[in-house]
């Protein structure tokens, strides 16, 4: 059974600049997650998404955006990078909403210079 | 700010001995949950407990919850060289929310 797949897994990208991240759940989950890990703040929440419908957010600004499309795979979106943006991104799958623990992908290391 | 807090914040021991570590959280909760990291990688799932239950065990993993001290503590019996890693406890607030609220980690070194 293939894990949480996550890509790509290093970015380097420049200050004003977009990114997308990818995230692939474990086959039959349909809530995905997503984290942002710096040595600052530690583990943050950033949304979450359930069959397509982004069901809770965390405190981050507007420049921050996901999606999820009809196979589960989700997308996260940054748009005008700022250096403080650079941290490790976790997304994590479940089968259910809530209760149970989580799988996490190995991340995507986004640096911004 | 972060749901959590461990104790201590870097544990340092000798391999077969016991490692404690210790997650202090603020609000009421439906589960916590420990996790491991090695070096900045994924997070792999260690354990969770309900708010219900008292303590679990998993192979060398114990978890204790004390929810009326907001506090929770994981306990690896026979400790390995593999066992080093970061240790984060993380609270789920609600059935149905999907957001963990993570505590702070510990650093465990296992000396061989």
């Known amino acids: 059974k293939a894990g949480v797949t996550q890509t790509p897994r290093y970015l380097i990208k420049t200050r004003g600049q977009q990114v997308t991240l990818s995230c692939s759940p474990i086959?039959?989950?349909?809530?995905v997650s997503w984290y942002q890990q710096t040595p600052g703040q530690g583990l943050q929440f950033l949304f979450e998404?359930?069959?397509?419908?982004?069901?809770n957010k965390g405190n981050f600004p507007g420049r921050f955006s996901g999606r999820q499309f009809s196979n589960s795979r989700s997308e996260m979106n940054v748009s005008t990078l700022e250096l403080g943006d650079s941290a490790l991104y976790l997304c994590?799958?479940?089968?259910?909403?809530?209760?149970?623990?989580?799988?996490f992908g190995s991340g995507t290391r986004l640096t911004v210079v | 700010s972060q749901q959590g807090e461990e104790d201590p914040q870097a544990l340092s021991i000798q391999e077969g001995e016991n490692a404690t570590m210790n997650c202090s959280y603020k609000?009421?909760?439906?589960?916590l949950q420990w996790y491991r990291q090695n070096s900045g990688r994924g997070l792999v799932h260690l354990i969770l407990?309900?708010?219900?239950?008292r303590e679990k065990h998993s192979g060398r993993l114990r978890v204790t919850l004390d929810t009326s001290k907001k506090s929770s503590s994981l306990l690896i019996t026979a400790s390995r060289a593999a066992d080093t890693a970061s240790y984060f406890c993380?609270?789920?607030?609600?059935?149905?929310?999907?957001?963990?609220?993570f505590g702070t980690g510990t650093r465990l070194t296992v000396i061989p």
């Open positions: 994590a799958s479940s089968a259910n909403r809530g209760g149970y623990g989580y799988t």
């Open positions: 086959s039959g989950h349909r809530s």
């Open positions: 998404y359930f069959s397509e419908t982004q069901r």
């Open positions: 609000t009421s909760i439906n589960n």
């Open positions: 407990i309900r708010s219900n239950e």
């Open positions: 993380a609270t789920e607030l609600q059935t149905g929310a999907n957001n963990l609220f």
